[in-house]
C-alpha cells in the first residue's frame, strides 16, 4: 500500500529535528557514492537543510514501502552541484545516495 508522500514544508520540519538530534542513517550506498564522490557529511546536511526541494523527482519504493526526496544545491564548499536523496525510516532519516549534478541537470557517474 502506497504511503502518503510528505509535503515540503513537512519535509524541511522532520529534516530540521532529526539533523538537530542526530537522528539519521546512513546507507551503505550513501557512505560508498559520498566517499566515491568526495561529498563530506556536512556538505549533504547542508543541502538537505537548506538546498532545493526537487518535488519532481520524489518516488515511491515499493520494496520498501516509503517515498524518496531529492534536494541539490550548488555548494561553495566543493564548488559542484550536489543532489542528494532521502528517505525516512521509522522516526530516522535516511539517506539513500549522494551524487554530482552536471550543469546539464544529469547526474555524473
Known amino acids: 500500500m502506497k504511503g502518503d508522500r510528505l509535503s515540503e514544508s513537512e519535509l524541511r520540519r522532520l529534516i530540521d529535528g532529526c539533523t538537530q538530534k542526530k537522528e539519521y542513517l546512513l546507507g551503505s550506498h550513501f557512505k560508498n557514492r559520498s566517499q566515491e564522490r568526495k561529498i563530506p557529511l556536512p556538505v549533504v546536511l547542508d543541502v538537505v537543510k537548506n538546498g532545493t526541494f526537487e518535488d519532481h523527482l520524489s518516488r515511491y519504493n515499493e520494496a520498501f514501502d516509503c517515498w524518496s526526496y531529492s534536494f541539490s544545491m ?36
Open 74 to 109: 550548488n555548494h561553495n564548499v566543493i564548488e559542484k552541484t550536489i543532489r542528494v536523496v532521502v528517505s525516512f525510516h521509522e522516526n530516522y532519516l535516511f539517506f539513500v545516495t549522494s551524487m554530482i549534478v552536471e550543469k546539464n541537470g544529469k547526474e555524473k557517474n
